[in-house]
């Protein structure tokens, strides 16, 4: 069985992998790029991420590339801890979480399906459509070369793993339009810092309409220092355009966050002293009807695109990729396996996607600033211990990781009857 996975971001080795583990070879990767170039910033894969990495057999690969943090901490604009919990090992998981750039990790996913495939990549090739997608026959797809010049792969399944600005997304919904905008800015960051807290916490500063996230992504260095990602984030007149690359000047962001200074944290310094600053609207798409059309399947951003609260681009893809392969594996035909894989993952993602809209778990960062604008001597004068506990586990629950029912579940590994 052929099958042809179009875009080599993450979700696209990542099905890969999965379907080679599974027991499928013939499988190519279509990516628009002509080269494999790790590009982003900082990226989070929760427990329920890394489970599949360790599964696949790639989770100390990619264990080397990042840090695991060891607490989340919310506060609000004036430094005040409004909620801090434990994460991954710390917090009864069996696996942690990692904290890792974005770029690495792309590069390192590609790099294993080289080591465990061969040569599958096809690069330089920008799909623009799909043919005769039919039960029975399997898929074209249709790609345009760098010069101009067309190139059709033919495959017995279609997997688009092409990202939020999906062009098999648009082929079945062409009347969707562009990612839809929150109404917030995001820009993006690296920086070599003196570490804050304990060199290992994930902090988030402010409320809905300006915040700041910050977390390590390497060890500290023996200058003392250590490579922090971050993501300083305000409500915003006029929307910027959804490219992940575009770079700002770092000033007029740090001027933002003007006073955001604690002793412990200094984030227009941080602001100041980064690499390089991208801006990027926090756009998200509605959820779809369907991720599955005869024999092609939307799989990663392609299907749900959603904001970064609570960090779910990569976990979720991870999810995708190995429910996806596991129901290959195990399902008696091709159409029973995608209707399987669809209904295993959409209607979470669906519900996953509603819930980020809300703000997701940092939502007691904007009940915080609600009832208490100027600040609070105890939380707890403002929010109950249970209601911060709901919060925090009514979210676990919704995005599949829950340390109890993670723990439980029973592995996606499986091998496809030869
Ligand atoms: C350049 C870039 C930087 C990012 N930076 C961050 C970050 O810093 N932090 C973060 O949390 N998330 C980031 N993301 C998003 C994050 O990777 C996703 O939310 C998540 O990991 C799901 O990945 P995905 O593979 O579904 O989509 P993506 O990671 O977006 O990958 C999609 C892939 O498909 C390719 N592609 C797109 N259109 C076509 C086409 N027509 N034909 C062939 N190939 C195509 C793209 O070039 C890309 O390689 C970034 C995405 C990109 C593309």
């Not at 993670?406 to 592995?411: D, G, K």
Request: glycine content about 10%; overall charge negative; aromatic content about 8%.
């Amino acid at each position: 069985m052929r099958i042809l996975i179009v875009g080599s971001g993450i979700a696209g080795p990542l099905t890969a992998l999965s379907l080679e583990r599974a027991g499928f070879t013939d499988i190519v990767i279509a990516e628009r790029n002509e080269e494999i170039r790790g590009l982003g910033v900082g990226i989070n894969l929760l427990p329920h991420a890394v489970r599949e990495f360790t599964e696949l057999g790639i989770a100390d690969r990619t264990a080397a590339l990042g840090v695991e943090p060891s607490t989340l901490s919310y506060y609000n604009r004036h430094g005040q801890r409004i909620w801090s919990e434990p994460r991954g090992r710390a917090a009864g998981y069996d696996w942690p979480q990692l904290s890792v750039h974005r770029g690495r990790l792309q590069v390192e996913l590609n790099e294993l399906v080289k080591e465990r495939l061969g040569g599958v990549h096809r690069l330089g090739r920008r799909l623009i459509d799909v043919q005769g997608s039919t039960a029975v026959q399997g898929s074209t797809a249709v790609f345009e070369l760098s010069d101009g010049s067309r190139e059709e792969i033919t495959a017995d399944i279609i997997v688009a793993a092409d990202g939020i600005h999906s062009a098999a997304r648009k082929l079945r919904f062409p009347g969707e339009g562009d990612p839809i905008w929150s109404g917030l800015t995001l820009w993006r960051g690296t920086a070599f810092v003196e570490p804050y807290l304990d060199g290992a916490t994930m902090i988030m500063v402010g409320d809905a309409d300006q915040k700041f996230v910050a977390y390590p992504l390497g060890p500290v260095r023996e200058n003392g220092t250590q490579l922090i990602n971050f993501i300083a984030e305000r409500r915003c007149e006029g929307l910027p355009g959804a490219d992940w690359n575009r770079q700002v000047e770092r000033e007029p962001i740090a001027e933002f966050f003007e006073g955001w200074s604690y002793g412990w944290l200094d984030i227009p310094g941080i602001i100041r002293s980064s690499e390089e600053l991208l801006e990027y609207p926090m756009v998200d798409r509605d959820a779809l009807p369907g991720w599955t059309f005869d024999r092609l399947a939307l799989i990663g951003d392609a299907a749900h695109a959603m904001y970064p609260n609570g960090s779910n681009g990569g976990s979720q893809a991870t999810l995708d990729a190995r429910t996806f392969a596991y129901r290959l594996a195990t399902a008696d035909s091709i159409a029973s396996a995608l209707k399987a894989y669809e209904q295993d993952r959409l209607p979470s993602c669906t519900a996953l996607l509603a819930l980020t809209r809300q703000t997701g778990p940092e939502r007691v960062m904007q009940l915080a600033y609600e009832r208490a604008p100027e600040g609070f001597s105890d939380v707890h004068e403002v929010i109950s211990q249970e209601e911060l506990e709901t919060i925090a586990a009514d979210y676990k629950r919704a995005a599949g990781f829950h340390p109890d029912s993670l723990n439980a579940r029973s592995s996606l590994n499986a091998r496809v009857a030869k």
